[in-house]
């Protein structure tokens, strides 16, 4: 596969702000049609700060991107994570104080001869469009961010329309900092059906502040004006941002195939977008009740600053009659069916690889078997839960009784998963990454799981620090508040 590029149209404009700390490559006005590889960066932590972020990140990747790419071989996943790696280093080495206060996104895109490949940390995003599908078909990837509110949005905890008014929305859960003890790693997107016609939009989320995804497609896709015409329109719509603002709009000029060897390439771009939940929520012009001015004051994860005061007032989204809705509705069912086939195998079998110490169910785990959904909430309200446990209340629960029981059943069963699945009852968490895990998860649990991580985050910060010195596999909530007392008596005793 050679995929043909016209002239790419780079977009790097100052918003409403004092200083730019968003960063692209190759640098504005120096892309050609010859370039593979594009890289657009949104750096974090203040004045200057920010900005040394996103320009180191960005020259490193895209520099040692553009050496190890071969027109002749496909450009791997192995060859970006060592440019990633470089660019941590290089960050480290831009830390001289080691304050480790400055961070930035990253999203990236190499056009080679396997298709491309996509990459990004953060929030910052890329998209996939053809205008010959008409929308919403013709989005055909859509990166989701590494942010609190899309967490919360894929939760079911908030509604489309919060993720955009949510005065959290700066929040992210992904970025590139100096002297992390284990360096953020990226998520990847394997993209082989590329057409003549088809555009690649790299861009900082300071572009999507006032614009939806519908409105993004009409302006990309219009027939009537140039690329260029374009990149000045989308330049025009976001001139009032209060964030910096920049991308890279990037479009195909033609394919050349090798049918043989292209069959045989990776590609997940169907699976990945059947996965995005803001590409097939039928609920987008729903607003939902929902108070923003219940969020914890502590929330310590990455934050963006949100810019000028205007920029905090929540925007109001007119949403518009769109063409292909009917079409939306035939295509949702299927989707949805295949959503729930493939996280459901995915689900199982990582679950069945994965090893987390647990001994063999013991009695009191076989009488969780058939067992109500009202059972099985009073079972999970308990802090004694290993993870098999867990599986043994999923594997076994008779889904009968009424409907909330069963939603909140799940949605549990769910948030006790991905605690236990990220590692959350293990040794080698931060304090940090704990208070990201109550924010996400808490509200899914019963008062005395909750009542732990209160009693937790209620300790002062220097005993909170005892929890990262407690080593082994911690089985459940109570033998976690154990561990940390323990450690904090013995650390007293020295």
Known sequence: ????????????????????????????????????????????????????????????????????YDPRKPFTDENFQHALQQAYNALDAADVRREGTMGTTMTFICFHSGGCLVAHIGDSRIYHLRPSLGYPEGVRFRSCDHSLVQKLYDLGEISYNDMVTSSRKNIILKALQPYQEQRTKATYAHITDVKAGDYFYLCTDGML????????????????????????????????????????????????????ADSLLLSDEQELRAKNKALNDTRKNEVWIYDDSLASHEEQAMQKPAGSASSSQPKTTH???????????????????????????????????????????????????????????????????????????????????????????????????????????????????LRNVYLLYSTNFSESQQNVFKWFFALPPRQQKQWEYVQGNVQNFNDFRHRVEAEINRSSGD
């Not at 000029?253 to 043989?260: H, I």
């Open 319 to 433: 949403k518009k009659a769109k063409k292909g809705f009917n079409k939306l509705l035939l295509l949702i069912p299927v989707v949805f069916v295949l959503f729930i086939i493939v996280g459901v195998v995915g689900l199982f079998v990582a679950l069945r690889h994965l090893d987390f110490g647990s001994s063999e169910p013991d009695i009191e785990v076989t009488e969780l078997r058939n067992l109500s959904p009202t059972e099985a909430l009073d079972a999970l309200s308990g802090l004694h839960l290993s993870l098999s446990e867990i599986q043994e209340i999923e594997k076994n629960v008779v889904h009968m009784g009424i409907v909330a029981d069963e939603e909140l059943l799940n949605r549990r069963l769910i948030a006790l998963k991905h605690l236990y699945s990220n590692e959350f009852l293990r040794d080698n968490h931060t304090v940090q990454n």
């Open 1 to 68: 596969m050679r995929i043909q590029l016209f002239q790419p149209q780079a977009i790097h404009e100052l918003g409403d702000r004092t200083n730019q700390e968003d960063s692209i490559y190759p640098l504005k006005g120096k892309a050609t049609d010859q370039n593979r590889v594009f890289v657009v960066c949104d750096g974090m932590g203040g004045m200057d700060k920010g900005e040394v972020a996103s320009v180191t990140v960005c020259d490193a990747i895209g520099s040692i991107c553009e050496s190890l």
């Open 209 to 260: 502040e006032q614009m939806e995804d519908d409105e993004l497609f009409n302006i990309v896709c219009n027939p009537d004006n140039t690329d260029e015409e374009k990149a000045q329109q989308l330049i025009e719509l976001t001139k009032n941002n209060a964030d910096n603002h920049s991308g890279y709009l990037i479009r195909v000029k033609g394919v050349l195939l090798n049918p043989p």
